[in-house]
């Protein structure tokens, strides 16, 4: 067959990811006649250069599927139906500066509650046009404390932040620790360098309440109650006291605190830890035997043990694990926590006014703040780079907010969320494939610039340009454009990374892309040692306080939200086609007569959530899990793991306590998957928009 004269070759162009994923992958994205026809790894960043996830690798059925935001809409019925009408920009945004202007002079600034999270956004497009606009109208400030709080409040505490171990270097480890992180789902590239050094006669350790591809592949997996992994820190602390492996001459130079954490750990002995964690004495005593004597060990901490009552404490305990066997000083030994304050951005820096003393609402507590009889009540919600309703705990709570008749709603996204079929209004945003960012890796060292590579799909526009818009017609700020965004925005990082990032290079932070601690990295504290026992903390009671399990006859199954290989949290929700499995151990699949494959509803006092039962070992035993990011369209009745989810707080941080989360589950009766007996939830059905 002839080729066709009239095809050309693709187009590619480079750009960089900015998803809520430690690596920042370097992208090269094939173009064809305006249209994105695949995206593949980039060669700017060597660690990412090689190959890039599937979710990102299928990116059109995002950016081209039937879920797309085409135009703004406007409700046209009751909410949460999902009948819109579609709108112009001018009608749509008039409404909006309205009703902005309209609540500011009637309830005050704090009426409006701006809600987003900035994980899957770079520095263009989260906390630059939006946050001037909402500080200018002096709006509720939101405490962004659904991930990173309780493992960044410790990381600062003890560390300073301190930059970790690159994934390059995990090569040179000869004892490996992935605690409380699933790198084959988020962070992929590290995979690689610890199957060569696995390779390589390395030992690998997971903690892991589910036995992720890592932990089917370790030498030693302690699948530990979700909690406690305070206490097998501190466990292993004592032991490493006892053995005489903590190099006290190092911490005497180095670190502060060393006697109160000493005596905080003493009171953890192995029998103690055990009964605590569910796991044995003798694999809690080859940890810290492997710990102990082997060199180089890293340790990766991840997000996973954050997500409970004890989350910021337990981050403390793990971290101190490296100060006291001196893991530093050589390539692969160590720590990594997270990477992003490498850099050492401020923000403040573009930005153009000053932060106001308005109240702060916990993001957590989102249900919370829409109770009408808040002071004062919540009059505008504006939800931008988040899918609130299905995200945030207590997830009932929060659509029973988002229903009232006097709360004018906001969504401005990609694809038509759950949160989005309660708006008032919506406009529609572009993706990173279409706009100017600039994003930068914490786990892998690489900040990039992110650029359009097609113009904006249907009408939709970037963050910067509607905010700064919104800005100029309340008459506190004038419109602007992405290029002089981006360019503020570069102006104010530090000296000599801007011409790099805008030359599309994958720019190291200034210690290097491979920095080793305690050699070309030290503590960022103000004193410049490690504290083992930040005073600051413990303002608020003593440091290393274990808080009981919350779980009760009537809930005994601890419920885990871990991410997955399908989302970058809730985004690519809306390309799940099947319903969610909810993983059980055999041994309470036994008890509770469910069978795999059976519906099944997992329930406490919040909520209750149906889906298709998955009898496996993955799990531990008193353990269940759904995956992160469901949409509502992923279970059999609409609810989701956050219907289940406690709006408490980490008591440090304000951290959300998912994992918390304590569930009773039951088999269906009388039903069978595919049978008359379960419907599945079809979202605002039907859609209407005409």
Known sequence: MAANPQRRSPTLVETACPLDCPDAC???????????????????SITTGMFICGKVRRFTEHLYGEQRLLTPEIRDGAKGLGKFRRASWEEAMSLIAERLGQARDEFGGESILPYSYGGSNGFLTHQSTDADLWRSLGASRLARTVCAAPTGLAAQAMYGKMAGVAYEDYAHARLIVVWGANPSASGIHLVPY????????????????????????????????????LVLALGLARALFERGAVDEAFLARQASGVEAFRERARPWTPDRVAAITGLPEAAISRLADLYATIRPSVLRCGWGLERNRNGTEAVLAVLALPALVNAFGVKGGGFTMSNSAAWGVDGERWRRTPEPPTRVINMNRLGEALDPATTPPVKVLFVYNSNALVTSPDMNRIQQGLQRDDLFTVVFDQVRTDTARFADVILPATTFLEHYDITRGYGNYAMQLVKPVIEPVGESRPNVVVFSELAARLGVGQDEDETDTLLRVTAGLPRDLAPDVMEQLAVPPPSGARPVQMIDVFPNTPDGKIHLYPEALAAQGPLYSYEADPASPEYPLALISPASEKTVSSTFGQLRTNVARLQIHPADAETRGIADGDPVRAFNALGDVHCIAQVTHLVARGVVSLPKGLWRQSTLNGETANALSPATLERHS???????????????VGASFGTSDVSVYVPGAPRDVH
């Open 654 to 668: 304000g951290g959300a306590c998912f994992n918390d989360a304590r569930v009773e589950v039951a088999r269906i």
């Open 26 to 44: 370097s992208l090269r994205v094939s173009v064809e006649q305006g249209r994105v026809v695949a995206v593949d790894a980039g060669p700017a």
């Open 194 to 229: 610890i199957k060569q050094a696995r390779e390589a006669g390395a030992t690998l350790v997971v903690i892991d309440p589910r036995a992720t591809p890592l932990a089917r592949m370790a030498h030693l997996h302690l699948p530990i109650r979700p909690g406690t992994d």
